[in-house]
């Protein structure tokens, strides 16, 4: 399945995944300033908004995943959003516990119904069941054509949930991150940061990717002994 | 084949390398047949050959695979509605709504397929299961054997030019099986095409022009039924599905 | 064009003939909802002075519940004598199947709203025209059936199906139930319309956007 090209495509994908992570942490640990007001705690931050990002991005690829997937029926698409709701969904558990963790520390409460953090909570649960359906349908094709209905409905549902909740309440932090309150230093590890998730993602997603399709392989090969 | 990939016409029923998997299990491998006109062709096997997926994918139910399925010249997975107004389908389940009496189910049906004089045809599909007296009953009231030939009533209602039957006798009790045979052999008298399933070798042959034996989905044995007698017959499918035990 | 209306229409009919006949659904879900609303009373003692506040809260819960519910037996009814096949044998489009099982449970769960809702006004005093609420009520249902619908169909056909309608259902409508609380509690406090402008648009664009989805998305959930 892989050629050498590939192979060589890989090894440099994680050398690069493996560096930036390592700049990441020195950034967000060493080089970026203590915060003023909250403290170490902040730090933090570093690491919640590359997750909360590519948890995003990885909710993205399942909805263009799903779509591809039930317009060309190529199990690949199936694979590739599949194995991006798994990253999505264990990024975004990430993301709220590290959300409660910061909200702890700023607002002194381990969760607040907040905008975002409610957002993000919904978000979670479209994908969990995503993957529920997986479990529970009765054959690998038709769990690979319900959850990519979900794929598609549960995605076109963000920026409605995202406004809607928006409309209902919101205390998060926004300004300070948006409108020039970072300082230059902070921004700059922030956007390394990001760079180091978004390597890390694309890694897993290409690596959970081929491990399915590896399997279904696998499956069919068994199965032409069996005959 | 012309070079669009559909059928030529000529064939009312016809599959070339037809293939059905579920995830890692086949269900149907290389399947090629081809069913003329008004002609009544029997597809035998033990449970589990694939008849069912056979029968489904004949009727568009379900999507194959793998190969091309064309009736009456037209693809099937190109022209599905064209096409599913030529078929009529009698499965073991019967697709009728037990709440509702025999007339509702079959004009509801009726409404479906535009039916053109519907209560005129909804007379004459009661008349011919000989159900006439039981027309204005609720379908959950009546036996499991007439409920199965208002399911032939239900499936012939829009007088399909296919009509295909996944064992119609499953689940019947002897009286019953004979009723629904008699609809069953006025059927095929017409100049319906027809392809039945079924693991009942005696009437199966009885009824058909030509038999199939379906064998861990793959077709392994056709012959006309003239060329055929029930005792050659029942030692053939024997034979073939005896590696089964 | 009027053949597909006359199609939609004659699913729509069977299905209201057979609900007629059994009231399963209807019965069983009123029953479900009146027994929520008075479970809430007990949770929540609605005492003098907090009814406002919390009303609106208790009707949408009991609502949304019984919709699940509901549509949960909407496709049960398909399953019997696996009757869809037989729809899907049928020379129509998928959409018009769609249509037809909407159009059926948009009507048994207005009915159903119809009788719960003056039962709750009555039950926490409050004022019974308020023709404001039959209109929130109407978006909220259209929202609630086109998801449910599609969902309903996609879950008849997997395990545990009577668990994972809820799953799938209640993340995706959360802007329909935030919607219908914050306008019934603008009804109910006698707020003016401009208050509740904003949560109509969301409900009606929530309403437009999912009908559509699930109207395209619909044929992928019955197919074999």
């Given amino acids: 399945m892989k050629n050498g090209r590939g192979k060589l495509r890989d090894d440099l994908l994680v050398g690069l995944g493996f560096a930036l992570m390592l700049a990441a942490l020195y950034m967000a640990l060493i080089y970026a300033p203590t915060e003023k007001y909250a403290g170490a705690v902040q730090r933090i931050f570093y690491f919640h908004v590359p997750l909360a990002w590519v948890g995003f991005l990885a909710f993205l690829v ?24 798994e990253v999505g969904v264990v990024f975004t558990s990430l993301v709220l516990i590290t959300g409660s963790i910061w909200a702890k520390a700023a607002w002194g409460i381990w969760w607040t119904w907040d905008a975002r953090l409610t957002a993000t909570l919904v978000l979670w649960f479209v994908y969990v069941a995503y993957l529920m359906v997986r479990g529970y349908a009765r054959e690998e094709s038709q769990g690979a054509r319900f959850s990519a209905v979900l794929g598609i409905a549960g995605f076109i549902n963000v920026p409605i949930v995202a406004l809607a909740i928006n409309l209902w ?13 970072l300082a230059p230093t902070m921004l700059v590890a922030l956007l390394v940061c990001v760079a180091a998730f978004t390597v890390l993602y694309i890694l897993l997603v290409r690596h959970a990717t081929s491990l399915k399709i590896l399997e279904s392989d696998i499956e069919n090969i068994k199965n032409l002994r069996l005959e | 084949m012309n070079e669009t990939g559909a059928g030529s016409g000529a064939w009312a029923i016809e599959v070339e390398g037809l293939g059905k998997s579920f995830g890692s299990h086949r269900a149907l491998t290389g399947i090629c047949l081809k069913v003329g006109r008004g002609e009544h062709v029997t597809v035998f096997g033990p449970n589990g050959a694939g008849k069912t997926s056979l029968i489904k994918i004949l009727s568009t139910l379900m999507k194959p695979s793998a190969g091309t399925v064309c009736l009456d010249g037209s693809d099937i997975s190109k022209v599905p509605s064209e096409v599913r107004r030529k078929i009529g389908l009698v499965a073991h389940q019967t697709f009728l709504y037990d709440d509702l009496t025999v007339y509702e189910n079959l004009k509801f049906y009726g409404k479906m397929y535009d039916v053109p004089n519907l209560e005129e045809q909804i007379h004459n599909v009661v008349r011919w299961v000989r159900l006439e007296a039981r027309l204005h009953d609720r379908v959950g009231t009546l036996s499991r054997g007439m409920q199965q ?72 044995y056709q012959e006309h039924k003239d060329r055929i007698d029930i005792a050659t017959f029942r030692e053939t499918y024997d034979r073939y599905t005896e590696s089964a035990k | 064009m009027s053949r597909m209306y006359a199609r939609v229409f004659a699913i729509f009919w069977k299905d209201v003939l057979s609900e007629i006949r059994t009231k399963e659904i209807v019965t069983a879900v009123l029953v479900f909802a009146l027994l929520v609303l008075v479970i809430f009373n007990f949770a929540f003692d609605p005492a003098s002075g907090t009814t406002a506040r919390i009303a609106p809260g208790i009707l949408w819960v009991a609502f949304t519940f019984a919709g699940i519910l509901g549509l949960n037996r909407v496709f049960a009814i398909e399953k019997e004598n696996s009757s869809l096949a037989g729809l ?16 059926g ?14 039962i709750f006004l009555v039950l926490f005093n409050l004022p ?39 799953i799938l259902f209640l993340p995706l409508v959360v802007p329909v139930i935030i919607g219908a609380v914050e306008t019934t509690a603008c009804v109910l406090a006698g707020g003016p319309w401009s208050d509740m402008l904003t949560w109509l648009e ?3 664009a929530f309403d437009i956007i999912y009908l559509v989805v699930a109207t395209l998305m619909f044929e992928f959930v019955i197919e074999e």
């Avoid at chain 2, 499936?155 to 009790?173: C, F, M, Q, T, Y």
């Avoid at chain 3, 009520?137 to 809820?166: E, H, K």
Wanted: glycine share 6%.
């Fill in chain 1, 62 to 85: 399942v909805f263009v995943g799903s779509i591809l997937y039930l317009w060309k029926r190529s199990v690949i698409w199936d694979a590739i959003a599949w194995a991006s709701a």
């Fill in chain 1, 169 to 181: 309440r919101t205390q998060h932090p926004t300004a300070l991150i948006f409108e020039g309150g």
């Fill in chain 2, 149 to 220: 030939r208002i399911s032939i009533a239900r499936a012939v209602i829009h007088n399909p030019s296919i009509v295909l039957l996944d064992e119609p006798e499953v689940g019947l009790d002897p009286h019953a099986i004979v009723m629904v045979r008699e609809v069953l052999d006025s059927l095929s008298a017409g100049e319906r095409t027809v392809v039945m399933t079924t693991h009942n070798l005696e009437q199966g042959i009885e009824m058909s022009d030509r038999v199939v034996i379906l064998y861990k989905g793959r077709i392994v």
């Fill in chain 3, 88 to 103: 899907r044998l049928c020379p129509v489009d998928r959409m018009v199947i769609f249509w037809g099982k909407l159009a």
């Fill in chain 3, 105 to 118: 449970s948009f009507t048994f769960m207005l009915v159903i709203a119809a009788v719960i809702t003056p």
């Fill in chain 3, 128 to 166: 019974l025209f308020l023709p404001r609420l039959a209109l929130i009520i109407v978006l909220a249902t259209l929202g609630f059936t086109s998801v449910g619908t599609l969902f309903s169909a996609l879950a008849m056909n997997i395990r545990a199906r009577d668990i994972m309608l809820p």
């Fill in chain 3, 202 to 204: 969301i409900m009606i």
